[in-house]
Nanobody, 115 residues
Framework: QVQLVESGGGLVQAGGSLRLSCVVS????????MGWYRQDPGKQRELVAS???????KYPDSVKGRFTISRDNAKNTVYLQMNSLKPEDTGVYYC?????????WGQGTQVTVSS
């Protein structure tokens, strides 16, 4: 059974930074492309960053240059460093395989950016 456990969210002022972590168990983590997703209330979950098994990364324009995704295959962990945060980055952040989350979603971690 795959488990995804996110942490690191919080309340931060605009312009601040947060680092999210996601510990994965129950699958061969090292060969999977992993992603971070954001969900706003009433909206669909959207992919905000992905990292391939070899370390290649992709970002939508909305976060490019501000967010950095990375992974530690030895620790089965994927990270999301978020800098220069904006109020529109507010939401619940989840990790899962990318580009389509195939596994049961974890509890997510709430990020709130105040203006």
């Amino acid at each position: 059974q795959v488990q995804l456990v996110e942490s690191g969210g919080g309340l931060v002022q605009a312009g601040g930074s947060l680092r999210l972590s996601c510990v994965v168990s129950g699958m061969i983590f090292s060969i999977k492309t992993m992603g971070w997703y954001r969900q706003d209330p009433g909206k669909q979950r959207e992919l905000v960053a992905s990292v391939g098994w070899g370390g290649s990364t992709k970002y939508p324009d909305s976060v490019k240059g501000r967010f950095t995704i990375s992974r530690d295959n030895a620790k089965n962990t994927v990270y999301l460093q978020m800098n220069s945060l904006k109020p529109e980055d507010t939401g619940v952040y989840y990790c899962n395989v990318a580009p389509a989350g195939l596994y049961e979603w974890g509890q997510g971690t709430q990020v709130t950016v105040s203006s």
